[in-house]
């Protein structure tokens, strides 16, 4: 059992260069979503999913999109990337939106992304 | 608007010694709260989570937190520290219906021998 599984590990990029991060969960859980972590500041939420075909912006949307066309995976685009976007992704899911069930969300190892 | 604090940036320990990081939640009703463990280079790993009831909550590797409601807390504690439990802890929270969970920033601890 995987669990969710974030590729690449590792990416720099040229600004203004486009790419999408990927997150694929085994679990077969309904709840996905992806934060971006900056020193200081913690995780925070770009965007959420709470079932395929379903997606919904987070704390910090500008600069990214997503879309779920299955349970399993979730994908993060850059279309232009920024300086800003410089930081560490996080995918993460869970059985059901963590509000309504309190379930905890399991996170994959991360993608590095430097953008220059 | 909810949210999470976590006063200690960053803290340092001797191994054996007790621990406790600081967390502190606004949110009128009673939230969902979580400590979550990070290693270097790895994603965050749940260690105990509060939803209702016994307000003194068991986590894995020997953690454990208290809920009061009257201090808006929910700290971790820890009475002997090993050199492996050197790592960034984040304090996260979550009102009912809602479905995002909001991240406080973040102690990083060491642990020296």
């Known amino acids: 059992n995987a669990g969710v599984t974030q590729t690449p590990k590792f990416q720099v990029l040229k600004t203004g260069q486009s790419m999408t991060l990927q997150c694929a969960q085994d679990m077969n859980h309904e709840y996905m979503s992806w934060y971006r972590q900056d020193p200081g500041m913690g995780l925070r939420l770009i965007h959420y999913s709470v079932g395929a075909g379903i997606t919904d912006q987070g704390e910090v949307p500008n600069g990214y999109n997503v879309s779920r066309s299955t349970t399993e995976d979730f994908p993060l685009r850059l279309l232009s990337a920024a300086p800003s976007q410089t930081s560490v992704y996080f995918c993460?899911?869970?059985?059901?939106?963590?509000?309504?069930?309190?379930?905890?969300?399991?996170f994959g190892d991360g993608t590095r992304l430097s953008i220059l | 608007a909810q949210s999470v604090t976590q006063p200690d940036i960053h803290i340092t320990v001797s191994e054996g010694a007790s621990l406790e990081l600081r967390c502190n939640y606004s949110y009128g009703a009673t939230p969902y709260l979580f400590w979550y463990v990070q290693s270097p280079g790895q994603g965050l790993q749940l260690l105990l989570k509060?939803?209702?009831?016994?307000?003194l909550v068991q986590g894995i590797k020997g953690f454990e937190a208290e809920f009061k409601r009257s201090q808006s807390s929910f700290n971790l504690r820890k009475p002997s520290v090993h050199w492996s439990d050197a790592a960034e802890y984040f304090c996260a929270v979550v009102g009912w219906g809602t479905d995002k969970l909001i991240f406080g920033t973040g102690t990083r601890l060491q642990v020296f021998p």
């Open positions: 509060y939803f209702s009831g016994d307000t």
């Open positions: 993460a899911s869970s059985p059901q939106p963590t509000g309504g069930a309190g379930q905890p969300q399991h």
